[in-house]
T-cell receptor, first 116, second 114 residues
Framework: GAGVSQSPSNKVTEKGKDVELRCDPI?????LYWYRQRLGQGLEFLIY????????KSGLPSDRFSAERTGESVSTLTIQRTQQEDSAVYLC??????????????FGSGTRLTVV | DAKTTQPPSMDCAEGRAANLPCNHS???????VYWYRQIHSQGPQYIIH???NNETNEMASLIITEDRKSSTLILPHATLRDTAVYYC???????????????FGQGTILTVHP
């Protein structure tokens, strides 16, 4: 597609429930990143994918968080047993990693997660 | 990644040039300088990047000092829509062995006023 697509755009869930957030990167982008942004705060790195592998998961805050990527395309971020502190905007970005003219990331519009 | 330092906020009059400074005194020779901005309720948007030379595109100009310890992002004719948080990031090793993780700091809140 023309941009990075994330779904859902908004998600309200009850504390303790599991949620899945989806990211469709730009076609052909080998690198995919997940970030979290709490209200009024900066971006926190969560995880990075190169292809379907995740060489850096250092930003995942706990074992309740996991992510996968398949077909070097779609990625899913799963949060189990959600807590109120998980409320944030979850942003996905993809990059061609220098294989094209633009080295920068392209971000999606994010999924706003609210845990009540 | 090299640490960057930016002023927390700046103001600019509409139609005037906005000059946003960034210090990155510990940047290494193969690290790039990237600028992104984030308009309220949107994901960050790539603006421009550079290594040594000054760069210009349709959005902005990037001036990097000769010693590469600082840079300035220039929006030549700021509009109200340029009001955003601007992030200066150093250390993304595009095309190199680094995986390219970008570490976002707090950025500069630029307010463009009429």
């Amino acid at each position: 597609g023309a941009g990075v697509s994330q779904s859902p755009s908004n998600k309200v869930t009850e504390k303790g429930k599991d949620v899945e957030l989806r990211c469709d990167p730009i076609s052909g982008h080998t690198a995919l990143y997940w970030y979290r942004q709490r209200l009024g705060q900066g971006l926190e790195f969560l995880i990075y994918f190169q292809g379907n592998s995740a060489p850096d998961k250092s930003g995942l805050p706990s074992d309740r968080f996991s992510a996968e990527r398949t077909g070097e395309s779609v990625s899913t971020l799963t949060i189990q047993r959600t807590q109120q502190e998980d409320s944030a905007v979850y942003l996905c970005a993809s990059s061609s990693m220098g294989q094209g003219p633009n080295y920068g990331y392209t971000f999606g519009s994010g999924t706003r997660l609210t845990v009540v | 990644d090299a640490k960057t330092t930016q002023p927390p906020s700046m103001d600019c009059a509409e139609g005037r040039a906005a000059n946003l400074p960034c210090n990155h005194s510990t940047i290494s020779g193969n690290e790039y300088v990237y600028w992104y901005r984030q308009i309220h309720s949107q994901g960050p948007q790539y603006i421009i990047h550079g290594l040594k030379n000054n760069e210009t595109n349709e959005m902005a100009s990037l001036i990097i000092t000769e010693d590469r310890k600082s840079s300035t992002l220039i929006l030549p004719h700021a509009t109200l829509r340029d009001t955003a948080v601007y992030y200066c990031i150093a250390g993304f090793n595009a095309g190199g062995t680094s995986y390219g993780k970008l570490t976002f700091g707090q950025g500069t809140i630029l307010t463009v006023h009429p």
